[in-house]
Each structure stands twice: as structure tokens, then as C-alpha cells.
């Protein structure tokens, strides 16, 4: 059974930072491109950032400089490092996994930047 648990979400002032963590069971997770993705009331989920099985990274144009992904693939662990955040940062965050047709999701975390 596979599962994504993500962890960290929170309420936090404009300026300052949170760490969000995906714990990944059931999954071959070396092998698997992980991502983070978020959803605010009313909009799309959108891409945030993006780590392949290799460790190259990409992020969307909003977050970059701010934000940093990383992977632990001991621990199967997947971290979005968010700093400087931002009343538009305010959404709820999923950790992704994908292998080819293969696309996992967690059930989301909630992240609120507000004074």
C-alpha cells in the first residue's frame, strides 16, 4: 500500500518559514521523481517544485530563491524548505511521487501565511 504523509504545514507570519516534510512508504522511492504541488481556494493545483530520482531539481518561477527541495532516499523523505513566505504562498501543499504512469499523491497539508 502506498503512502504519502506529509507533515509541517502551519500558520506563520508573513517573512518567515516553515519546513514541509512527505514520508513515503510502499514505493520503490529512489526510483521515483518527487514533487510538491498546491492548491489555494478557487485556483488549480500548480506545481511548486520538483526533484527527479537523480536529484536535479526545478521550481516554479513564484517560489525560486525561496523555496529548496530536497530528498533523503535513506529515510524515504522528500523536505520543501519554504522561506520569505508569502501571503500568496497560503494554500494547501501535496507531496507527489511519479515512476512513468505511475503518479501517487498525499492528502495535503494546510500552510497559511498571515500577520
Known amino acids: 500500500q502506498v503512502q504519502l504523509v506529509e507533515s509541517g504545514g502551519g500558520l506563520v507570519q508573513p517573512g518567515g518559514s516553515l519546513r514541509l516534510s512527505c514520508a513515503a512508504s510502499?514505493?520503490?522511492?529512489?526510483?521515483?521523481?518527487m514533487g510538491w504541488y498546491r492548491q489555494a481556494p478557487g485556483k488549480q493545483r500548480e506545481l511548486v517544485a520538483r526533484?527527479?530520482?537523480?536529484?536535479?531539481?526545478n521550481y516554479a518561477d513564484s517560489v525560486k530563491g525561496r523555496f529548496t527541495i530536497s530528498r533523503d532516499n535513506a529515510k524515504n523523505m522528500v523536505d520543501l524548505q519554504m522561506n520569505s513566505l508569502k501571503p500568496e504562498d497560503t494554500a494547501v501543499y501535496y507531496c507527489?511521487?511519479?515512476?512513468?504512469?505511475?503518479?501517487?499523491w498525499g492528502q495535503g497539508t494546510q500552510v497559511t501565511v498571515s500577520s
Open positions: 507527489n511521487a511519479v515512476l512513468f504512469g505511475s503518479t501517487h
Open positions: 526533484i527527479t530520482s537523480s536529484g536535479s531539481t
Open positions: 510502499g514505493i520503490a522511492f529512489r526510483l521515483y521523481a
